[in-house]
């Protein structure tokens, strides 16, 4: 019989390039690529440490002068909705989910497209043509689901989220909705589904992306309780957000070599030294 060892990931950074959260700032990305039998091992553990993932690749900020991008996630345990969420919850009773395989399809690619052209005309995916989407949601090596909404009465498709499931929880990579709805509060809705979603699996988590202190773009994910960040190679309970202002600072960062180093591998993979740019 014949052994391999599991690949060992190789952590690269990309160019600097203008930070979408903050103005003036430039934005840097560690990365590494997810393949190989370990995919899954690798994107639960890596998910802990504040990666998030993109098609193929996990990322992390890693920019030079600024640490401000803090990775977010509910602690489905001890979250409770506020009366203004229970609102929102009433107001999208109508939506039914219903979880698919990762097969993209054109009702999803339209709404997607409305999505961005009323919200994001500007943004880095504002030219992702159906290809390129198809590619977003079907190009994965781990377990994630496409999460639709729909409309019970007339049976159109209302909002979507690429979901990944996780060994601890959910994380939501990607959410879209048809713009007509903005009043409801769609984007508020899916995390409150999905944190439904986790005590219906019995998982702790659902897992948000990044919160970024002083940008109006992140502001509504303080508004959950039982809001953790990962701060300094640990998680913690959300703090206000001024406590967290002076993470803009350049001292704030440390050199893409240590934070390599910090970084904890799944059982039995091996480390590739350093990072390449």
């Known amino acids: 019989m014949r052994h391999t060892l599991p690949l060992a990931p190789q952590f690269y950074v990309t160019a600097p390039q203008p930070c979408p959260y903050l103005p003036g700032r430039m934005e840097r990305k560690l990365f590494t690529a997810l393949q190989g039998d370990e995919a899954q091992q690798l994107n ?4 802990k440490q504040g990666f998030r ?14 640490a401000a991008c803090l990775s977010a996630r509910i602690d489905v345990s001890r979250f409770s909705p506020t009366k203004s969420q229970k609102r929102v919850q009433r107001r999208n009773e109508h939506l039914e989910r219903r979880a698919t395989s990762p097969w993209a399809t054109e009702d999803q690619y339209d709404l997607f497209r409305d999505y961005l052209d009323a919200r994001h005309a500007s943004g880095g995916m504002a030219d992702m ?6 590619a977003m949601v079907e190009e994965t090596p781990v377990r994630t689901r496409v999460v639709e ?8 498709l209302m909002a979507s989220c690429l979901t990944d499931i996780l060994d601890d929880g959910v994380s939501m990579v990607y959410s879209f909705f048809n713009p007509s709805i903005a009043r409801q509060s769609p984007g508020t809705y899916l995390i409150l589904d999905h944190i439904q979603m ?5 998982l702790p988590y659902v897992y948000l992306g990044y919160w970024v202190p002083g940008s109006p773009k992140m502001g509504y994910k303080a508004g959950f309780s ?3 960040l990962y701060v300094g190679g640990q998680w913690e309970d959300m703090r ?12 704030h960062s440390d050199p893409i070599a240590e934070q390599v180093a910090d970084i904890v591998l799944p059982d039995g993979m091996a480390r590739h030294s350093g990072a390449t740019r």
């Open 44 to 47: 639960d553990s890596l998910s």
């Open 149 to 156: 909404y729909i409309d019970r009465d007339s049976g159109a």
């Open 240 to 251: 206000p957000s001024e406590d967290y202002e002076d993470r803009a600072h350049p001292l």
């Open 53 to 66: 993932r993109s098609q193929n690749v996990l990322y992390r900020p890693a920019c030079a002068d600024c």
């Open 198 to 202: 986790c005590r219906d699996l019995g």
């Open 129 to 134: 043509d159906a290809f390129e989407f198809a």
């Open 226 to 228: 039982g809001i953790e």
